[in-house]
């Protein structure tokens, strides 16, 4: 993203800060409980921030959760909280127990709301509503079917300028496919995020991009926050 592009940016302080932050995100926000590895946490800890309003597709125990709310001002998560083959079936009510524990200060509040929902539901209650949000984050069903349809019944939701990214491009070869074939352009950041914004150029699955990062603060971001709760050490 060079020359005159003026859509939104990922953004960087100094790369010390990044690590810090990094580091920061992974042991206080999201602890054991997430399964990111280094690259895709460094993607999120300049991704996230400066987004307002945010609809997370695919919530599981609301570790990931915690730091959308964290910046978020306005977050919705959507989950009916089953698991499928991909990720496997789990205990409903124990996992929305885990999620409500994790995030119970933001549900409070009414800043977080869950929608425990199939995704396809939650973008219908979404959408007649009138929710829009300038970042999306699609991590629900991991098979070909299953992302063709969040990304489809979610972008509409998408606001003037958003950006829609997810996980798990690398693992999961369905994920790859409906980004390349609906999102033309989508970048692949390491090692699984994936990331788009309308006004990308299409260059294609194979092309190697370096995105040009943007010196911004990191809003006091180092707050104190409960280690979050985990399930079977996921």
Same mark, same amino acid.
């Given at each position: ?5 003026? =859509? ?33 946490? $460094? ?27 964290? %910046? ?37 509040? =009414? ?31 991991? $098979? ?21 990214? =997810?996980?798990?491009?690398?693992? %999961? ?30 260059? =294609? ?5 370096? %995105? ?23």
């Amino acid at each position: 993203m060079t020359g005159g592009d003026t =859509g939104p940016h990922l953004c960087l302080s100094q790369e010390d800060d990044l690590q810090h932050l990094t580091t920061w995100i992974s042991r206080n926000v999201l602890s054991g409980s997430h399964m990111m590895t280094a690259p895709d946490l $460094e993607t999120l800890a300049v991704l996230v921030p400066g987004h307002k309003r945010i609809i997370e597709v695919g919530c599981y125990c609301g570790a990931l959760t915690r730091l959308f709310a964290l %910046f978020g001002e306005r977050v919705w998560s959507v989950d009916w909280l089953i698991g499928d083959e991909a990720a496997g079936h789990y205990n409903t009510d124990e996992v929305e127990a885990i999620y409500r524990e994790n995030n119970a200060e933001a549900l409070a509040s =009414g800043q977080l709301e869950l929608l425990k929902m199939s995704s396809t539901e939650g973008a219908a209650e979404l959408a007649k509503r009138g929710v829009t949000a300038d970042l999306i984050w699609i991590d629900a069903g991991h $098979e070909y079917p299953d992302v063709h349809a969040d990304i489809s019944n979610y972008l509409p939701l998408l606001a003037p300028g958003g950006i829609m990214c =997810g996980h798990d491009a690398g693992p %999961f070869e369905g994920v790859t496919q409906a980004v390349d074939e609906l999102l033309p352009g989508a970048l692949y950041y390491p090692q699984t995020v994936w990331l788009w914004h309308e006004g990308l150029p299409a260059l =294609g699955p194979e092309c190697d991009v370096q %995105f040009e990062m943007h010196i911004v603060p990191m809003r006091q971001a180092m707050i104190t926050v409960g280690t979050p709760t985990t399930l079977g050490g996921r």
